[in-house]
């Protein structure tokens, strides 16, 4: 069922961004300076619940380097009024400002800005702001959010943000009569994106003009002018949004409305001058949207053959104040359903709000917790009634393509992957080492080694959300929680576009004077924006309404556009983070770039082709059906030796110095990878101290367009699981306080901690997507947390039965807590 | 100081770092900041033959030292030195933005070590955070590098 689609392009050795980027010639938005630019410094709350009785800038008014400031009631008084929130999922409107107004509700939340002259002043001018504080009590647990003694919002009747269930079939009663039922309390603690570079912005107010010139470090350019524009009551043509070179951003620097652009813009406004905000790491720590936080308490029955027969879980998930994009842990219960067929499922959420700040999306997006949960469900049950974990789940998928059409999500043979795993990792040579190991463990004297194996299995399900199967769609009947549309158009109605259309303009459009139909409002999550152009010297050039950070689009749709359009590689350069240059687009996250971005240059550059052929044949009578372009060269593959014009000639015939093609593609439904993955580790049991020795991911992400980028991206997403099953988190004490607020605190992982991960692949390309890719950016996050803490579990369960860590990161001191309370277990026997 | 074998001599204030007196009076940009505390190593130059995280260092400390930074890598302006194409053939950046800091580790190591084990260049790189790549590609483009710098072979693994 593999197929490997041929590249006419051959895959590039190194990327095109890549020498700006290794010489110092990259430019990060923190690199730029505009003359006479103004530093913005932002004053931070020091306590998560208080009451604003004043503030005080007597202090610095007289500093030579002060220029202005402004607070909350300053931004109302100029028609600023709260910060944007995504309507979808249905949840309680949250009122937070840019700058606070009257209430703070998380330590470090925005309560006054300021401008200054010099950047070595910045720092100790905010210092100097005063400002009087009344604490409040404060919420720092759910436990103490659900009981509603203090309520985050006034205008809340309690602290429940949101809540949603996903139920067919009859979940209690088949567990009531299943012979084997596991139930367990898993959960992700809150962690960071931490992508290296901290946000930054730059903003220049065009007076004459009366509109902005931005360049910030955002995911999505258009998103960003969207915001600006709403919250500022500007329209969007006023708002020029620029993304320069940008330093990873992994969700916190996605959709999210932060006070700081918005404070540049109105500071560049009043005062005429070009101002540069950028945070410190700290303010990183404090602001950056967190992700996970989520617990969840699942139980899972099998019958005598380990088929699954039901799947029941309740999530909590702690949202802090509540962010400007809510929708992670609701994808979080799609996500939990796995690739599996499950006849009864009960499923509920719940997101409380406490004195946090707002979650966000992190790599992953509530997936990885999703697959968390059910995968570490799956380990457990195979434990429990003694089956080995890839053979339990092989008895719960199918080789089988789904039935119906509907959903393209069964792209993928589950089994071919597990088969796979099996060989490339040498499973059985896996299993005897765990054992050889595990074994010098329980001896004494002096071959006893303090080192326990363990190994871990996960499985990340494919298509669109929640990686669900026609069967699934079947055997849910009608639920009543889910709208037989699926999630796909849920997810779509969520974000209130509710267009169905897709716009293209197969006008003839010379000279960039393409006449789009297309608009912000035709686009959402499963669309994007392309535009191709060719001109007379046979160069292409692809604007693309993604916004790369990392994962080399510039590389891959030039790729895309050189193999669709026969034009040399180095013909194509490749255009994006700009509002002007391209007029719409979405942006890049969510895994969803290659598939979306990638089909929209596809389907503008086979229009552009069939233009372009129509237009030839016109001018030379040659037919349109025989017309190709190889290496540049416009050719009659009927009459090879046959003479044509060149294209530079056939655009002069038709008066124009180029030609150009928009497309808005829209994907039937979203397009995801599978994978498989495989973690073995040793875990010291003297030291807690874990060491990753194999992780073995196989992969079917479709048409791999680029094999070393998909590579990277799945090295990369693996990594930023093991830094999140095993060190992340981002601890706050009983008065709201982050505890971790450097990268000393708050450790991602280094060289030294993270495993070579090897990579195999399965290629079914995609149908919905034009390139035949599925999203793969996300995907080693979201299966790396289960394989890793189910790995760390088996490895505990070798030193003392019974001993778990179920809240992800399984730290040492967890680890020892684990060890310690399943021996105190055993000893009073009531293990 | 010298700073890519050019000399440069400006006032600063005693507080001021190395890496914004590079970043903000010399213009090198390539080196970037990613952290304020040490942690990051995005900042990392070589200053006397020797690695420096240039956030944790006084610009006035600097005063009369060599510092090479991203920019003075290639001696060649128009060609790559040899652990940046051993890089970019071998995909070790993603979005570049740790990936001076990381040259600069590596071509300390390479220096005093041409010949590392893998281990040796994952604690090479120790001090350098990078959220992007999971370090594999990392780790094989120093191998890379090793082997073009010691063999002058070609920089590609098979």
């Known amino acids: 069922m593999s197929v490997i689609l041929e590249l006419s392009a051959s895959e590039p050795q190194g990327r095109v961004e890549d020498p700006r980027l290794l010489t110092g010639r990259g430019r990060y938005v923190d690199d730029l300076k505009l003359e006479g630019q103004a530093y913005m410094g932002i004053v931070r709350s020091p306590f998560a619940h208080a009451t604003i009785k004043g503030i005080d800038f007597s202090k610095i008014r007289s500093s030579p380097d002060f220029i202005a400031a402004l607070t909350g009631e300053d931004l109302i008084k100029m028609g600023v009024t709260t910060i944007s929130q995504n309507q979808w999922p249905p949840q309680k409107p949250a009122k937070r400002y840019h700058l606070a107004v009257g209430r703070v509700r998380f330590t470090g939340e925005p309560v006054a800005a300021i401008l200054v002259r010099r950047k070595n002043s910045l720092e100790d001018l905010v210092e100097q702001v005063e400002v009087d504080y009344d604490p409040l009590p404060v919420v720092t647990t759910i436990e103490e959010s659900k009981k509603g003694n203090t309520l985050i919002y006034e205008d809340w009747s309690d602290n429940l943000s949101q809540s949603s269930d996903v139920k067919w079939g009859s979940a209690e009663k088949a567990i009531a009569s299943a012979p084997h039922v596991i139930r367990a309390k898993e959960g992700i603690a809150r962690q960071e994106s931490a992508p290296i570079e901290p946000r930054s912005t730059l903003v220049r107010y065009k007076r004459d003009e009366d509109a902005y010139e931005v360049y910030a470090t955002v995911q999505s350019v258009h998103g960003l002018r969207e915001q600006l524009a709403s919250e500022l009551q500007t329209p969007e043509e006023k708002f020029h949004v620029k993304v320069m070179d940008m330093g990873g951003g992994f969700g916190s620097k996605g959709s999210q409305s932060y006070p700081e652009p918005l404070l540049a813009c109105l500071f560049s406004r009043l005062t005429g001058l070009p101002v540069k905000w950028t945070a410190t790491r700290t303010e990183e720590f404090l602001e950056a949207a967190s992700g996970r936080d989520e617990y969840c308490d699942i139980t899972l029955a099998c019958d005598r053959d380990g088929k699954i027969v039901a799947l029941k879980a309740n999530v909590e998930c702690d949202v802090g104040v509540t962010g400007t994009q809510n929708h992670m842990s609701q994808l979080s219960l799609w996500t939990m359903l796995g690739p599996y067929k499950i006849p009864n499922v009960d499923l509920r959420l719940a997101v409380y709000a406490t004195n946090k700040m707002p979650l966000g999306p992190v790599r992953g997006a509530g997936a990885p917790e999703g697959c968390y949960f059910i995968e570490r469900a799956m380990s457990i049950m195979a434990e429990k009634i003694g089956l080995d974990p890839l053979e339990l789940r092989r008895r719960n998928l199918s080789s089988e393509k789904p039935r119906g059409t509907s959903r393209p999500t069964g792209e993928q043979d589950y089994i071919l992957l597990i088969d796979d795993l099996v060989k490339h990792s040498r499973y059985e040579e896996l299993l005897k080492w765990k054992r050889d190991v595990n074994s010098r463990f329980k001896q004494q004297g002096p071959s006893h080694s303090n080192l326990v194996a363990g190994l871990g299995v996960s499985i990340r399900g494919g298509g669109g959300f929640g990686g669900g199967t026609s069967e699934r769609e079947e055997s849910r009947g009608d639920s009543h929680q889910w709208s037989s549309q699926g999630e796909s158009e849920q997810w779509q109605q969520g974000e209130g576009r509710e267009s169905q259309r897709q716009t293209e303009s197969d006008e003839w459009s010379p000279s960039g004077e393409a006449g789009t139909e297309g608009s912000s409002a035709d686009l959402d999550f499963m669309s994007e924006y392309a535009r191709v152009k060719l001109d007379r010297h046979g160069k292409v050039t692809v604007y693309t309404g993604s916004s790369p950070h990392g994962q080399g689009e510039e590389t891959t749709f030039a790729q895309l556009a050189s193999e669709e359009l026969g034009v040399l590689l180095d013909k194509v350069s490749v255009v994006w983070g700009d509002s002007v240059l391209v007029p719409f687009g979405i942006g890049t996250f969510g895994s969803r770039s290659a598939a979306t971005g990638g089909s929209a240059v596809v389907d503008a550059s086979r229009k552009l082709k069939a233009q372009l052929f129509a237009r030839v044949s016109e001018v030379t009578g040659t037919e349109a059906k025989a017309l190709a372009i190889r290496d540049g060269r416009l050719v009659n593959t009927s009459q090879p030796s046959a003479q044509l014009p060149t294209l530079a000639e056939i655009l002069e015939k038709l008066g124009v110095p180029d030609i150009s093609v928009e497309s808005v593609f829209r994907l039937s439904s979203m397009s995801y990878s599978s994978g498989v993955h495989l973690c073995a580790l040793t875990l010291d049991a003297e030291l807690g101290k874990v060491k990753i020795v194999r992780y073995v991911v196989v992969e079917d992400c479709g048409r791999v367009i680029n094999k070393a980028i998909v590579e990277g991206q799945l090295h990369g997403g693996v990594v930023h699981a093991v830094g999140g099953a095993l060190f992340e988190k981002l601890a706050y004490d009983d008065q709201g306080n982050l505890l971790t607020g450097t990268m000393m605190d708050y450790s991602i992982p280094t060289a030294m901690d993270s495993p070579n991960v090897e990579v195999y692949h399965e290629v079914t390309p995609s149908t919905v997507t034009l390139n035949g890719a599925k999203g793969v950016g996300e995907s080693g996050t979201n299966a790396g947390y289960a394989a890793v803490m189910n790995a760390l579990n088996d490895a505990l369960s070798n030193v003392r039965p019974g001993a778990q860590v179920n809240i992800a990161p399984a730290t040492p001191d967890s680890i020892f807590a684990a060890l310690a309370i399943s021996h105190h277990e055993s000893q009073t026997g009531s293990d | ?158």
């Not at chain 2, 944790?56 to 030195?81: C, N, P, S, W, Y």
């Not at chain 2, 300390?108 to 090479?124: A, M």
Request: charge should be neutral.
């Open chain 2, 1 to 158: 100081m010298r700073v890519n074998h050019k000399e440069y001599s400006g006032e600063v204030e005693p507080r001021t770092l190395l890496v914004n007196f590079l970043r903000d009076n010399l213009n090198l940009t390539g080196t970037h900041i990613g952290c304020d505390t040490g942690h990051c190593g995005a900042c990392t130059v070589i200053m006397n033959d020797k690695t420096v995280k240039s956030c944790m260092v006084l610009a006035v400390q600097a005063r009369d030292a060599e510092i090479l930074t991203v920019e003075g890598l290639a001696e060649d302006q128009k060609k790559l030195h040899p652990i940046q194409e051993a890089f970019m053939q071998n995909h070790g950046l993603q979005c570049g933005f740790c990936t001076p800091g990381i040259l600069m580790s590596s071509f300390f190591l390479l220096q005093r070590n041409p010949r590392p084990t893998e281990e040796e260049i994952r604690r090479g790189v120790d001090g350098n955070l990078c959220r992007c790549t999971g370090y594999v590609n990392v780790v094989k483009s120093v191998r890379a590098a090793a082997r073009i710098l010691s063999e002058g072979k070609k920089g590609t693994e098979p």
